[in-house]
């Protein structure tokens, strides 16, 4: 087994670990007091009477009061906040349990996987009974029995392929609880092309890293990416297909008590990001397990960085991902001149045939989602040849088939260019999932 090195271990740490001492960020952090007495609680915390009303008396029959006694704290925030969690696993089940136990309004999870048994030693929800139910749903379940005011809106799959951008652009805040460089860098393009913050952990063994990323002035994800990381994305890419197996980098031990840490500051820099106060944006935080070394560095800023594209404001249609390709044209032609062409985010296989003799199958699957043995002739055993499409014509003979079927999601925005400029439109037939979910979320936990 080949050890993918953790991300957090490229910075040269001793150095970094140096340069806070002299860092403004620590100079300019004002002294911590603490309170002894609980019941002092009952006297308004706020010297100058600012804040909500009902801080101003301790109502115990409030599940928030405790949190209401924080000068800052605004529960009314929390409660209109919506937030998307990807991955419900060691970090994600941790995010969760935080998100439920601090009645978060409105709460999107996606995962792809099932619960199994290695799973149950660091996933808070998860329980023995849980083997091969939706990790999503599983763990939404559970984070609604912490706090049923929290509407958790659990989806079974991919973030690549089955979340659409409309979603990205909808929250006001992505936490990444991802296991792997694929994923990561495709939520940091998603996320500023819609201009949302998004906060990334990664753990390994007793390690981790908290990175927060605020578009578009912040460093992002990928201009932090080294050429390490970069060789191993295009190590997947030598094949023209990617099997999920070989996308996945999740196999790394972790242990119970990093994830919660890790997942615990995820959560308290977008509870800062919700209350709009200051977070230390394109740079991480890292923990050294072993000696109990935190310390902070600041990302690099990349002005060619190929993820600082921003879309400006989708035109919303009454169109879902379900309509034909014609249709969107249909719409795109009342404000573009043509001619017009469909941009796809993901490379679709349209199908695959073999060099040698004369099979061929049709596949209408993007790339990521096609695995490599689906492309093996079965009469010669040859590899077959991919055919991939990644733009959509006026012209085109796919025109009648649905959006879905060339690998478009629901309430995506999706773009169009036109002779002179681009129209950016978005899926809003499919807005009803905002409420119910997309993708597989039929399954029930
Ligand atoms: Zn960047
Ligand atoms: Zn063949």
Redesign the pocket.
């Known amino acids: 087994m080949v050890a993918v090195p953790f991300e957090g271990w490229d910075y040269p740490w001793p150095q970094a670990a140096r340069s806070l001492k002299s860092s403004p960020l620590m100079e300019e952090t004002p002294p911590l007091t603490f309170l002894d007495d609980e019941d002092t609680s009952s006297s308004n915390p706020l010297p100058d009477g600012e804040g909500d009303t009902d801080t101003l008396f301790i109502d115990d029959q409030d599940r928030y009061s405790r949190l209401r006694l924080i000068s800052w704290w605004r529960q009314e925030r929390l409660a209109a906040a919506k937030v998307l969690v990807v991955g419900a696993g060691a970090l994600g089940n941790e995010v969760l349990k935080n998100l439920a136990l601090l009645g978060m309004g409105t709460v999107y999870v996606i995962d792809l996987d099932n619960v199994e048994p290695s799973n149950l030693s660091r996933s808070v929800l998860f329980r023995g009974e849980d083997g091969g139910k939706s990790k999503a749903h599983v763990a939404a379940f559970r984070a609604r029995e912490i706090n049923p005011d929290v509407c958790i809106i659990p989806m079974r799959g991919d973030v690549i392929t089955n979340l659409g951008l409309g979603l990205f652009a909808e929250v006001d805040v992505v936490i990444g609880c991802l296991d792997n460089r694929e994923a990561r860098l495709w939520v940091n393009r998603q996320c500023w092309k819609t201009g949302t913050p998004w906060v990334d952990a990664g753990i390994q063994e007793i390690q981790g890293v908290v990175k927060v990323f605020v578009p578009p002035d912040s460093a992002c994800y990928e201009c932090a990416m080294t050429s390490r990381d970069y060789q191993l994305l295009n190590l997947r890419y030598s094949c023209p297909l990617l099997r999920r197996e070989q996308i996945l980098e999740g196999k790394v031990p972790t242990a119970p008590t990093i994830a919660s840490m890790m997942a615990a500051l995820e959560v308290q820099e977008a509870l800062k990001l919700i209350h709009d106060m200051p977070v230390a944006a394109g740079s991480a935080l890292i923990f050294n397990g072993i000696t109990n070394q935190f310390y902070h560095t600041k990302l690099p800023f990349r002005e060619d960085c190929l993820s600082h594209e921003h879309y400006p404001e989708p035109v919303e249609l009454d169109l879902g991902h379900q309509q034909p390709i014609s249709a969107l044209f249909e719409h795109a032609r009342r404000t573009l001149a043509g001619p017009l062409t469909l941009t796809l985010d993901r490379d679709l296989v349209t199908h695959i045939e073999?060099p040698?003799?004369d099979?061929r199958i049709d596949v209408f699957r993007p790339r990521t989602r096609v695995a490599e043995s689906e492309a093996t002739?079965p009469?010669?055993?040859?590899p077959g040849r991919p055919e991939m499409v990644s733009s959509i014509d006026e012209d085109s003979p796919l025109l009648e088939q649905s959006l879905a079927s060339i690998g478009i999601p629901p309430f995506d925005i999706v773009r169009i260019d036109g002779a002179e400029e681009s129209g950016f439109f978005l899926l809003g037939a499919d807005r009803e999932g905002l409420s119910t979910g997309w993708a597989s979320s039929r399954d029930t936990a």
């Open positions: 073999c040698r003799c099979w002739c009469n010669c055993k040859a």
